[in-house]
């Protein structure tokens, strides 16, 4: 499979705990992105990395998470003292970022992770 | 009022109509224009991608822009009941990698 991974794919936790959650993204792809989405809602941006390099950070984003990508492939998004509030579905996508044409920043996702915060 | 909006619906049609989805927009500024499918429980699949205005036809789908209005459209011919989803929209700022969305509009294809 070629695609974004995300691991794992549901997590259930209590209120309190961290929570790591680890992205592949697609082979070659530069760029590399983190959204939450809540029930009924769309994807909300959370952060992107242009490969190691963390580029933007949306004020979502609160000193609790932080998101990583060392070696400029795979990335984790970490969740310190969860909340109820916190009860999302994480998405991760990727996108080439460099190149011609207008498609070298599409973004593609993965399957998302699921947390739950009890 | 949020930058994109987007009628949740939702939106029933019987197998073979056309559908047709749409937002709004506020901010002028947005200049690529997604439209993602979202299966229940899984990661949005990009369907169409658009610079400015125009048209943009693939298979049964065709997307729509007009900037003038901040209006932006998806057209699905012969509708099939394995369309069934919700349908986002999403809009990207030249210079920006923030993408931004609707919130979706479910939609179900009756056999």
């Known amino acids: 499979d070629t695609g974004v991974s995300q691991d794992p794919r549901h997590k259930i936790t209590k209120r309190g705990q961290n929570v790591t959650f680890r992205c592949d993204p697609i082979?070659?792809?530069?760029?590399l992105y983190w959204y939450r989405q809540t029930l009924g809602q769309g994807p909300e941006f959370l952060t992107y990395?242009?490969?190691?390099?963390?580029?933007?950070k949306s004020r979502l984003l609160s000193d609790r998470f932080s998101a990583e990508r060392p070696k400029g492939s795979f990335s984790t998004l970490e969740i310190q003292r969860t909340e109820q509030g916190d009860s999302a579905m994480y998405l991760c996508a990727s996108s080439l970022g460099e190149g011609l044409g207008d498609n070298y920043n599409e973004q593609f996702f993965g399957p998302g992770t699921r947390l739950t915060v009890l | 009022q949020k930058e994109v909006e987007q009628d949740p619906g939702p939106l029933s049609v019987p197998e073979g109509a056309i559908v047709s989805l749409n937002c709004t927009y506020s901010?002028?500024?947005?200049?690529?224009f997604m439209w993602y499918r979202q299966y229940s429980r899984k990661g949005p699949e990009l369907l169409m991608y658009t610079y400015s205005s125009g048209n943009k036809e693939d298979g049964r789908f065709t997307a729509q822009v007009d900037k003038s209005s901040k209006y932006i459209s998806l057209f699905i011919r012969d509708s099939q009941p394995s369309d069934s989803a919700t349908y986002l929209c999403a809009m990207r700022k030249g210079g920006s990698e923030k993408l931004v969305f609707g919130k979706g509009t479910k939609l179900t294809v009756n056999p």
């Open positions: 990395f242009q490969n190691e390099a963390q580029l933007e």
């Open positions: 082979s070659e792809h530069n760029r």
């Open positions: 901010n002028s500024a947005f200049q690529y």
